[in-house]
Antibody, heavy 122, light 110 residues
Framework: EVQLLESGGGLVQPGGSLRLSCTAS????????MSWVRQAPGKGLEWVSGISGSGGSTYYADSVKGRFTISRDNSKKTLYLQMDSLRAEDTALYHCAKDRATVTPRSSLDYWGQGTLVTVSP | QSALTQPASVSGSPGQSITISCTGT?????????VSWFQHHPGKAPKLMIYDVNNRPSGVSNRLSGSKSGNTASLTISGLQAEDEADYYC??????????FGGGTKLTVL
């Protein structure tokens, strides 16, 4: 059974940093692209970032480019999202998601975690 | 990276068919056959219902189907059931090697 478990969310002040983790099980982690998707309170889904199966290629939404860094440790079957210079508008539930694609994320996100909540507030 | 355009809401009676549209540009929906549809019940993780325009993952009802014409993709649900009531989101791969979602559509089963 595929499982994705996010952690690392919490309350942080504007300008602060946070690192999210997503531990995977039930599939060959290194074979698949992964993404982070967020949902702000009362809003829709927003793709944040993606990474190839090898970790060699990374992709970002314009809204987080230069502030967030996605990475993965295939030996630990773990996906990360380093979030710096956080803003109030980054407040959201952050999901990690597995793609059916192996290299570039294709939007075919077939498994999702339940999410971890990030709140950016003074 | 503008969001794809979806109607805010659609509704239908049990047994009827509904279609949700998803309009983008030639840089996303129109340029690639990488359109997906997700069902999202509040408080739960989104569920992939359609990928690569018209493919259903194992276990997804064949009452759901996807299609695309030009820059607009569509999700059709036939034989509406109460359990279909949820939010539906489309997404697409883009020319910038990123992914973009639609704004979401609330489906109400009357």
């Amino acid at each position: 059974e595929v499982q994705l478990l996010e952690s690392g969310g919490g309350l942080v002040q504007p300008g602060g940093s946070l690192r999210l983790s997503c531990t995977a099980s039930g599939f060959t982690f290194s074979n698949y692209a992964m993404s982070w998707v967020r949902q702000a309170p009362g809003k829709g889904l927003e793709w944040v970032s993606g990474i190839s199966g090898s970790g060699g290629s990374t992709y970002y939404a314009d809204s987080v480019k230069g502030r967030f860094t996605i990475s993965r440790d295939n030996s630990k079957k773990t996906l990360y999202l380093q979030m710096d210079s956080l803003r109030a508008e980054d407040t959201a539930l952050y999901h990690c998601a597995k793609d059916r694609a192996t290299v570039t994320p294709r939007s075919s996100l077939d498994y999702w975690g339940q999410g971890t909540l990030v709140t950016v507030s003074p | 990276q503008s969001a794809l355009t979806q109607p805010a809401s659609v509704s239908g009676s049990p047994g009827q068919s509904i279609t949700i549209s998803c309009t983008g540009t030639s840089s996303d929906v129109g340029g690639y056959n990488y359109v997906s549809w997700f069902q999202h019940h509040p408080g739960k993780a989104p569920k992939l219902m359609i990928y690569d325009v018209n493919n259903r993952p194992s276990g997804v009802s064949n009452r759901l189907s996807g299609s695309k014409s030009g820059n607009t993709a569509s999700l059709t649900i036939s034989g509406l059931q109460a359990e279909d009531e949820a939010d539906y989101y489309c997404s697409s791969y883009t020319s910038g090697s990123t992914v973009v979602f639609g704004g979401g559509t609330k489906l109400t089963v009357l």
